[in-house]
């Protein structure tokens, strides 16, 4: 559908609707004598809608308001002038599908069941699996657009259509049963209770049941057309895959309802239940209903406030638990170890030997340690490898890059490489 063209077109011709109950009436009765033939001549015609509008108690002149109706109808393209006629015959007239369709939707009271749409469903899949039979068999566009375009745009879909249609009578039947259960509850009150939980529950049901055979079956209805999709993409038929991908649209749609109709219905189900619930039962006699009514109404000229109290918390006395005694936790007590001191050292001062060093050559941190720490105690070492460090950063220029790789100095000591660029 081109949304932009059809806007267009309808918006130069100027097309509308207006009905009168009598012209709804006319077309009743010409799709009722159908049935009998194809087309009525045009006097018939007139003489079916002179007849309608003899029933209504305003009909002044019958028969000229039933000429000016026929011709509102075609004006309208409700009616169309199937055969021309001429000087020896008159013209004969048929519902157009724009007058079949108003009819079919104001008098049509067919509802989907659980029943009617396994039929519909099962029709429906009996029609593609021979769809599908076709596409296996089809070799030529002609075969593909004969045996498989068309019965999935006209035959598929007017089943569908048919699902569609009473869908819509379901969903009249669910705004019949919400006005109902209002009338019950303003009439009735605590009468109606127990017929409104009634109505509510058959309706859930009933929603329920179509909404899982509706998901179930559209599960096997995919199946067959993705087969068929499947061999339209390997013969190359376009339009063939456009088809099927519309009735899978379709067929998303239908489900889409389905779902949100259980799911708006069960909103509505506990709203109408907590209402019964609380409100019919907390006030039988409608008596605080009322006075808040009144009350309401009466603001304007005499305002009141509501006085509400604080919440309580409710206090609950626990029993008093008795605290048990727990021995201390404790562990064996050792003597201490004595510590072992590590006298300086008194041969050349540490920072003249680390100068001495770097003035000898030493360009990295590893290679002060190698020539400081063979003249320092074995036990001391690790201590003034530290020092040696401190020593080289504060009186020496470093030429460090911001990732240092880790070095190997001797028996277990490692450290972080910098290289040193000279004395300051």
């Known amino acids: 559908m081109d949304i932009d063209r059809d806007f267009a077109r309808l918006r130069t011709q100027n097309v509308s609707l207006a009905l009168s109950t009598a012209d709804l009436c006319c077309l009743l009765v010409l799709r009722v004598r159908e049935a009998d033939a194809a087309a009525l001549l045009e006097r018939d015609v007139l003489d079916l ?77 009996a029609q593609l699996t021979r769809v599908r039979d076709e596409a296996r068999a089809a070799g030529t566009p002609e075969q593909w657009e004969e045996r498989v375009v068309v019965p999935i745009s006209v035959a598929s879909r007017s089943l ?89 649209a379709d067929l998303a749609r239908l489900s889409g309802w389905a779902v949100k109709r259980h799911d708006e219905w069960s909103a509505y189900y506990q ?52 605290a048990v005694d727990r021995p201390l936790v404790e562990r064996e007590h050792r003597a201490e170890e004595a510590i072992t001191r590590v006298a300086p050292t008194t041969a050349v001062p540490l920072e003249v030997r680390v100068l001495a060093a770097v003035d000898a050559g030493a360009r990295t941190l590893t290679e002060v340690l190698r020539v400081v720490l063979p003249e320092v105690p074995e036990e001391a070492r690790f201590r003034d490898a530290g020092r040696v460090a401190e020593i080289v950063a504060s ?7 911001l990732e240092r790789a880790w070095t190997h100095v001797r028996d277990g000591l490692t450290v972080e490489e910098w290289q040193i660029g000279g004395r300051r």
């Not at 003899?54 to 004006?75: C, I, M």
């Open 160 to 248: 569908l259509e048919g699902i569609e249609r009473r869908t819509r009578g379901l969903d009249e039947d669910q705004a019949a049963v919400r006005a109902d259960i209002a009338r019950l509850l303003t009439e009735r009150w605590l009468e109606a209770m127990e017929q409104t939980q009634g109505l509510l529950e058959a309706t859930t049901a009933r929603l329920e049941e179509l909404r899982d055979v509706i998901l179930e079956e559209q599960k096997g209805l995919e199946a067959i057309l993705d087969d068929i999709e499947g061999l339209a993409q390997a013969a190359g038929a376009a339009r063939a895959e456009r088809a099927v991908a519309e009735l899978v």
């Open 49 to 125: 809608l002179a007849s309608v509008h003899e029933q209504f108690p305003e009909a002044d002149n019958p028969r000229k308001r039933a000429t000016h109706g026929l011709q509102r109808l075609r004006e309208q393209r409700l009616v169309t002038l199937v055969s021309l006629g001429g000087l020896a015959r008159e013209g004969e007239y048929s519902l157009s599908g724009l007058g079949r369709g108003i009819v079919d939707f104001f008098v049509d009271d067919a509802k989907l069941t659980k029943e009617s749409l396994k039929v519909l469903t099962a029709t429906l899949g």
């Open 271 to 322: 709203s109408m239940l907590q209402t019964l619930r609380s409100l019919v039962r907390l006030d039988p006699d409608r008596a605080l209903t009322q006075r808040l009514r009144d009350s309401l109404q009466a603001w304007p000229d005499r305002p009141w406030s509501l006085v509400v109290s604080p919440r309580l918390r409710i206090r609950v006395l626990r029993p008093v638990e008795h």
């Open 395 to 401: 009186k020496t220029l470093l030429q460090t890059p």
